[in-house]
Structure formats: C-alpha cells, structure tokens
C-alpha cells in the first residue's frame, strides 16, 4: 500500500506461499519513472570532446565539465545516496582508457566520472564519448 500523497502511483507487490505480508516490488511514479532495485535510476552518453554534451538521457538535468576527463551527472530526481552504484563505458577509440567513477553518498544529486589513459601516464583524458547508468534505490 502506497503511503498518504502517493496518488496516481502504480505498486506491484508479491507475497510468497505462506501468505506472508506483500513486498513492494516496483512503483510506476506519477511522472512514468519506474522505481525498484533493478530498474536504472538515470542514464545518459554524452559527448567528452570540446564542451562535454548530453548526448541522450534520462534523469539527467545536466552535464558539468569538471577538468580535462572529468564529468559530472546532474539528476534531476535524487539518487538514495549511500545506495547508488554508477556503471560507465567508453567509444572504443582507445584500448588503455581507465574508466572512475565516484558517487558522493552525502549528496544524492549527482555522480562523477572521468577516464585516464595508461599511455599518457595515466593523466586525465577527454574521451571521444562515455555512457554511463546509475541505479539506486529512491522513493
């Protein structure tokens, strides 16, 4: 049962044969999003070169250039911070690219990432383009 607020919300619940209480499984969220622990919270590819550009995407409000190789996703739903797992590949333009990612679990609204290569010392490069997803566990 969804809580006081949650209008126009869609929940899906099992229950297991000892007719046990129902377990909340997946929410349909009045803005489509559908919210449970295997669905991605955000995702998007953006283009590294020049000024970094959301390619295509969901959740994501914006794109920030950090430093050369270094991006940060904007959500524009909160992630659950601690429970937030960030995923990214890369064009295959290079085979040495080392791929970061970072989720700051005191603050829900974004996720960093960046890549290096190991040709140049491993300092940070500005790849052809990068995707990522996140997937979390939010309300």
Request: hydrophobic letters at 30%.
């Amino acid at each position: 049962k969804r809580s006081e607020g949650d209008e126009g919300e869609l929940s899906f619940q099992t229950r297991d044969a000892s007719d046990s209480a129902p377990v909340e499984r997946l929410i349909i969220k009045k803005d489509g999003r559908g919210v449970s622990q295997f669905t991605a919270h955000a995702w998007g590819k953006i283009s590294c070169q020049g000024t970094p550009g959301l390619l295509t995407g969901h959740n994501v409000s914006s794109i920030t250039d950090q430093a050369t190789g270094r991006y940060r996703c904007n959500y524009t739903t909160n992630s659950g911070g601690a429970n937030t797992v960030v995923i990214s590949g890369q064009n295959n333009n290079y085979y040495d690219e080392i791929y970061h990612l970072d989720v700051d679990e005191s603050n829900s609204s974004k996720a960093a990432f960046g890549c290096t290569r190991v040709s140049t010392g491993a300092s940070w490069f500005d790849t052809y383009k990068m995707s990522f997803v996140t997937f979390a566990l939010t309300s």
